[in-house]
């Protein structure tokens, strides 16, 4: 038989006052040392929101002290505790206080009853503490003969004594025990020694309770569970703090929990749940084993249909055969119209449960052919969705069962609702982030890219991660990524101001040393407080060289065709916009056929156990073991298990080379009176030496001649013409100084004495522009050309002038 004064009766005496009156919490106080009335033990929410102290002066206006001196209950509601001065720490308003005498102490209930305890609960509280022995305080038990199950532990020279039945549990006797707190300390599990050490020593510990669990090693078997329940009594004059309080066997206590014990653990669950997927599994966690159920699932209720984010187990041959032919990719996607019952039940809003052998709709009686109970989930004066609970063997609902089904529903659905907002909110936070990214990847010559982006899921900010692929005339490609500072929409509309700004600049023709250069300064003076990181790779498809530029950026990681990696530890600059004039450095890569370069952000190697070093290796590890055949599966194992603290941006392209490299000349335009004619001639040279014919060449030659006039007359400064043949298609470009762009006349007079090269290079040619370059601008055209007149010719070949 239990001893009636044991901790844990005492303490399951404490649950069932909080449930049998409703109340928010429940504490037992008995007289200790200096004439005070000290804490015994509490159960319900942490006692210091409804302003209940640990100790009592027993000569005190206090409740607890009055009820202990005179013998007789004390009934306090809201209006009373609001009278009471602010000094005595008591709850006001909505909240009810009773305080009952005790054998030994007092017991003090607080609740949210705005009209008082009722009758009916006053007489339950009174037959709770006509049956309630308030033990000795540990304290007062350490000065004299102590509890076989209490120590007392001095805080400043770390001696300890020890009741009996602790030593037994620790497997120590008596004359082997030399009264050092360290002795014990040796003998636990060491995982568990930092929770124990923020108890034993007195800089961590806090006034008022603590409770933990620790294990303590066994000469043979597993470790014991113990369970230490203490309390930091302050010192005195020539006493010192003292640690006080209760050590007992976890292992006998865990299967023994409360249903107000579960309830707590969920509220407890619930609290940290983020998302519908965390609220569900909560749920499941906290019901099926205590109530031996075969299935539990849980679903959103949505319109008509019931979107089930959970089902435990999740094997679809556990489930009625109307949810398999429902079955929407991972879950279920079941019509409430097909189930009568459940639909009265969600109009009802109460929970209902049905014994074995209850008939029922198919859907429904499959569940639990034992047993059945649904569980609408209210929240927010609606029903947020339902919980089904099933035995396959008949089942007895005991009232236990039943307070415990009902007060869970509550709790699971307010947490629903909660979480529904969160993910809502998520995907739109995603939504925006994925707005500010490129909605897809261009075609690569000689290669190709996929991209991946993962926002964080522990808030609702949005991220500044991000990456791009630009392509560049000449068979060029820039592969950029990088991370703004923090996350906020700030942070977010810097990230969309940085991309531009790159893609801008890189269009412009500037190396990369230069385009990362501009967007430091332009950060620099956007007066803000935010700076960001970047990684910018250029890269001639061709012939597979690349250059690549660092702004406090993780280093590329290149995949070798032979499935070696390679972290490039290129030297790199300072962060974008913490120096306005900070150098770049340029850093060579060579790329082969079949490598791969991935680009990452620091949300995917970087973690709070390992350093971004440490994460940097693992990722390359993962990267030499898989199969750049096809990068979308290596991008989404790369990501697999990645934690999802920080948002996380990753980046890969495999080189492949150009099966057919163009043909290239330039010429540089002197501006002589004959440049026209030495424009015309090195053409000329050129499309000969490319087996072009005398057709195309005419065609070629005036498009040549009418570009570098319109330059020259129109322009000062260099003057650069490029040839490219790809394919039968040829490419003429002039580049000048100027960026003002040529404009093709709407109408032409017999009087006008300029715009007509412009109307012959549109007419002759089937495309033509401008773009800007780094120093003025560049107008192109090209021509579809028929096919050669000999063999075809090698790059090169042509005769430079």
């Not at 653990?265 to 998302?275: D, Y």
């Not at 307010?414 to 998520?426: I, N, S, T, V």
Request: with cysteine; aromatic share 4%.
């Amino acid at each position: 038989m239990a001893d009636p004064d044991s901790p844990e009766r005492v303490h399951r005496v404490l649950e069932c006052a909080l449930v049998l009156a409703g109340a928010g919490v429940a504490a037992l106080y008995a007289p200790g040392d200096d004439d005070l009335l000290c804490l015994v033990d509490s159960a319900g929410l942490p006692r210091t929101l409804y302003g209940l102290r640990g100790t009592y002066a027993l000569d005190g206006d206090s409740p607890a002290a009055r009820v202990h001196r005179e013998g007789r209950p004390l009934w306090l509601g809201p209006r009373e505790l609001a009278a009471r001065a602010p000094s005595r720490r008591t709850p006001a308003q909505a909240f009810s206080l009773a305080a009952l005498p005790v054998r030994g102490g007092s017991l003090v209930v607080v609740g949210e009853r705005p009209a008082g305890f009722d009758p009916g609960a006053r007489a339950c509280l009174e037959r709770i503490a006509d049956a309630v022995a308030a033990p000795v305080p540990a304290e007062s038990a350490a000065r004299g003969e102590l509890r076989g199950d209490s120590f007392s532990l001095a805080m400043d020279s770390g001696r300890i004594e020890v009741g009996d039945d602790i030593l037994q549990l620790f497997g120590l006797s008596r004359d082997r025990f030399d009264g050092r707190v360290e002795t014990l300390l040796g003998l636990t599990v060491p995982e568990d020694l930092p929770a124990l050490m923020s108890v034993v020593e007195a800089d961590h510990m806090s006034l008022g309770d603590r409770e933990l669990e620790f294990r303590v090693l066994q000469p043979t078997g597993p470790p014991r569970w113990l369970r230490l329940h203490g309390r930091l009594v302050p010192g005195g004059e020539g006493r010192p703090a003292r640690l006080v309080g209760t050590v007992a066997d976890a292992s006998t206590l865990r299967p023994d929990v409360t249903d107000v014990a579960r309830v707590q653990r969920l509220a407890a669950a619930l609290s940290t749940a983020g998302t519908v997927r965390d609220v569900s599994q909560a749920v499941v966690s906290a019901l099926r084993r205590p109530l031996r159920a075969d299935r539990i699932a849980l679903a959103e209720l949505e319109g008509d249909r019931l979107v089930v984010t959970v089902l435990d187990p999740p094997d679809p041959e556990a489930w009625p055969e109307l949810w398999r032919l429902e079955w929407r990719t991972e879950w279920p996607d079941a019509p409430v119209r097909t189930m009568p019952t459940l639909a009265a039940a969600l109009r009802e809003g109460r929970a209902r449960i049905w014994p074995a052998g209850t008939a029922l709709e198919p859907a429904l009686a499959d569940v639990g052919p034992g047993g059945l109970a649904v569980l609408p989930l209210p929240a927010g004066g609606r029903m947020a969705g339902a919980c089904l609970i099933g035995w396959d063997t008949p089942h007895d609902f005991g009232p236990d069962e039943r307070a415990l089904l009902t007060a869970s529903a509550g709790l699971a659905g307010q947490a629903l609702l909660r979480a529904h907002a969160f993910d809502a909110e998520h995907e739109l936070v995603g939504m925006l982030q994925r707005q500010l990214l490129p909605r897809r990847l261009p075609v690569l010559p000689g290669g190709v890219a996929v991209a991946r982006y993962l926002p964080a899921t522990a808030g609702l900010e949005v991220g500044g991660d991000w990456y791009d692929v630009i392509p560049l005339p000449d068979n060029h490609v820039a592969l950029v990524i990088g991370d703004v500072q923090g996350h906020s929409t700030a942070a977010a509309t810097l990230m969309g101001q940085m991309r531009t700004a790159l893609r801008a600049y890189a269009a412009e023709g500037h190396p990369p040393d230069v385009v990362v250069a501009h967007a430091n300064r332009l950060l620099a003076d956007l007066e803000t407080d935010l700076f960001a990181t970047c990684c910018y790779v250029q890269v001639n498809m061709e012939s597979g060289s690349a250059w690549c530029v660092r702004a406090g950026h993780l280093p590329p990681v290149l995949r070798h065709p032979d499935g070696r990696t390679e972290i490039v530890e290129t030297d790199g600059g300072p962060p974008l916009g913490v120096l306005r004039q900070a150098e770049f450095p340029l850093g060579p890569l060579a790329l082969r056929p079949g490598t791969v370069v991935a680009l990452t952000t620091d949300g995917l190697v970087e973690s709070t156990d390992a350093d971004i070093d440490e994460g940097l290796a693992r990722f390359a590890g993962a990267l030499d073991a898989s199969d750049p055949a096809d990068l979308g599966p290596v991008a989404d194992a790369l990501l697999d298990g990645a934690r999802r603290s920080d948002d996380i941006a990753l980046l890969l392209m495999r080189y492949d080379g150009m099966a057919s490299r163009p043909l290239r000349e330039s010429w540089t335009v002197w501006r002589v009176p004959q440049a026209a004619g030495q424009a015309r001639r090195f053409t000329r040279r050129v499309l000969r030496s490319w087996g072009v014919g005398e057709r195309d060449r005419d065609a070629v030659l005036l498009v040549v001649s009418e570009l570098v006039t319109n330059a020259l007359v129109h322009t000062d400064g260099r003057i650069r013409l490029d040839l490219t043949l790809v394919n039968h298609r040829l490419r003429v470009a002039v580049a000048d100084t100027s960026p003002r762009s040529p404009v093709k006349p709407t109408s032409i007079g017999w009087e006008a004495t300029g715009g007509r090269g412009i109307v012959l290079v549109d007419a002759v040619s089937d495309a033509w522009g401008t773009v800007p370059v780094s120093g003025g601008k560049q107008v192109w055209a090209e021509l579809e050309l028929g096919p050669p007149a000999g063999p075809p010719p090698t790059p090169g070949a042509a005769h430079r002038a």
